[in-house]
């Protein structure tokens, strides 16, 4: 007999066991407890959610030569040279491409290797997430300490890109199974993670700049190293503690509904991921999830400039409008900016539980008519709010915005399992991304392009974001169409029994060798003290970033 402990086999005479990765050593044994789950799903979550937060690194690598000031490269340095020069400074802008990089590679990597996650299983999945994450920072680290861009781009950009794919998608199939009663539920607690990542991570990073910070260092590089590390830990820990359920397992006390009396657009059968190309249903979805995104990751990237330039002086308790302010004041409304952008993070956190639960008792389809009709009202209203100078109906205005931009992303793998099964909704959920891929460019391009050309009109800078709004709202309004059309999925789209029985048998084949095969930690009834502490391990941090997140806040409404 020949054991491995990673990746290797077992022989049984003609028998293999599974590799300690596989999906088939995770299979949960009786009595397992499933709130273990989530705490899991967001050890990876909270830890690649820092992809939102890593414009906090942007100004200080735009001087990490110069360290006081940047050291500006000549008018012949363009993006190219920048990639590896060494004798100047990067521009904020440069930099900023990583961010489309993690949005685009998060989207494609996703949609390219979701059907192998599910045969995979969320721990293989976890574990390759873990690496390509943390050792994308690695690799970012030595791209600050050699000064050469293209290592960051190719570090965190790049393998870091595919990590947050897989990271992203790894849980949602597993959540989904584990929970049936309460799909939208589930996958907002892990989804929850993503939005809350930045506000661990954004708060840390700047401690850890602050303390690596040297007369001739920004203390970028060893802030990366360290994040790495201890991102490493929290992600193995989570990938590792993944189970997934028994075939045929269900909460006990539940009973699924009768398919005759179900809700209709709740499907009892399964779809291929590899026949979704073709099914309308998939593409309507599409298009809901990418209007939804687009709309409000426009919002998010410019949140900031836009209060400010919007409300001027207001902000601090003077008259004078945006333009018309000096250097300390210019100071003073950023610092209330930034207690705003921090105001919508919450909301944006808060909201991806929140209308994911609410799902569960509404209906995905009349939660996302909830999102784009209450949306489109809200967006039509900012610029009377601004023209009146209504500093809360504008705040309020988009506080839920946000919240429902979030609550998009929570609620759509829930949609996804209603009309396609849940069978393969990770894999299928891994190809929707590509529309979170293309909202990450389609967003921002409308709402800065579109205050740029306002600006060279000659418009005041409080009224540039007015014309922007309402082509928002137009988004809203296809996806509202797009998601008005959507219709059971047609039966030639489901498996037969036939297929569904090989897809079920290419999943867990191995299962029975699974359960008593080394390296298979089994939490035969689970107490509820493993339940405690899987949930403080993930809370705590969250708990600190809310904290850090409400001190930000309080400047706003100081």
């Known amino acids: 007999m020949s054991i491995a402990l990673t990746g290797g086999s077992r022989s049984l005479g003609t028998e ?28 990876i979550h909270l830890c690649i959610g820092m992809a939102y937060g890593f414009s906090v690194f942007w100004l200080p690598l735009s ?65 390759v997430s873990a690496v390509c994450w943390c050792g994308g920072m690695l690799i970012s680290a ?22 947050l794919g897989l990271g992203y998608i790894s849980p949602v199939s597993t959540l989904i199974k584990w929970f049936p009663d309460r799909r939208g539920m589930a996958t907002g607690m892990a989804i929850m993670g993503f939005g809350g990542g930045a506000m661990i991570g954004s708060p840390l990073a700047a401690e850890l700049m602050k303390a690596f910070a040297t007369p001739t260092d920004v203390g970028v590089a060893s802030t990366f190293v360290v994040m790495a590390l201890v991102y490493f830990v929290f992600m193995m820990g989570g990938a590792l503690s993944y189970r997934v359920p028994a075939s045929g397992w269900k909460p006990a ?35 809901v999830l990418c209007m939804n995104v687009s709309a409000g990751i426009g919002v998010i990237g410019m949140a900031s400039p836009m209060l400010q330039e919007v409300f001027g ?12 302010l000096d250097k300390a004041q210019l100071a003073a409304i950023a610092g209330v900016a930034a207690g705003f952008t921090a105001l919508l993070s919450l909301f944006n956190i808060g909201g991806r539980f929140f209308w994911a639960s609410l799902s569960d008792k509404l209906g995905r389809k009349l939660t996302y008519v909830v999102f784009f009709v209450l949306g489109g009202l809200l967006y039509a209203s900012v610029p009377g709010s601004a023209g009146a100078g209504n ?12 919240s429902m931009y979030g609550g998009g ?12 099964g849940t069978q393969m909704v990770g894999a299928i959920h891994g190809r929707l991304l590509t529309a979170w891929a293309t909202a990450g460019i389609l967003g921002p391009v409308v709402v800065n392009y579109m205050r740029d050309y306002q600006l060279g009109l000659g418009l005041p800078r409080e009224q540039v974001y007015n014309q922007t709004m309402f082509i928002l709202v137009g988004m809203l309004v296809i996806g509202l169409i797009c998601n008005l059309l959507v219709r059971p999925v047609a039966d030639k789209h489901f498996m037969t029994d036939a297929e569904l029985a090989e897809e079920k048998r290419l999943a867990h084949e191995r299962a029975a060798a699974a359960e008593s095969g080394p390296g298979t930690m089994s939490f035969h009834g689970t107490s509820t003290l493993w339940v405690v502490l899987a949930w403080a391990a993930v809370g705590i941090p969250l708990a600190w970033g809310v904290y850090k997140t409400v001190l930000s806040v309080m400047k706003f409404f100081a």
């Open 409 to 420: 992303f929570a609620t759509v793998p829930a949609y996804l399992a209603d009309l396609f």
């Open 63 to 127: 001087k990490a030569l110069g360290i006081k000031e940047a050291l500006k490269c000549g008018p012949e340095i363009g993006f190219w040279q920048e990639l590896f020069v060494t004798s100047c400074d990067w521009k904020v802008s440069t930099l900023g491409w990583m961010y489309t990089l993690f949005f685009v590679l998060l989207g494609s990597s996703a949609a390219i290797w979701g059907g192998w996650l599910e045969r995979a299983g969320p721990r293989k999945a976890g574990v």
């Open 313 to 324: 002086g207001g902000l601090i308790g003077l008259t004078q409008k945006f333009g018309e």
């Open 253 to 287: 006390g539940w009973t699924p509904p009768p398919a005759q009396t179900s809700n209709a657009m709740i499907t009892q059968r399964h779809v291929h991921v590899k026949k979704v190309w073709g099914i309308p249903q998939f593409w309507l979805v599409w298009m």
């Open 16 to 43: 293999e066991a599974p590799g300690f990765l596989s999906k088939e050593r995770i299979i949960a044994a009786p009595g397992f407890n499933r709130w273990l789950v989530p705490p899991a799903a967001l050890a």
């Open 142 to 163: 030595l791209g600050v300490h050699l000064h050469q861009f293209w290592l960051m781009l190719l570090g965190s950009g790049v393998i870091g890109g595919i990590g």
């Open 391 to 402: 500093k809360l109906l504008f705040v309020v205005a988009f506080c839920v915005i946000l």
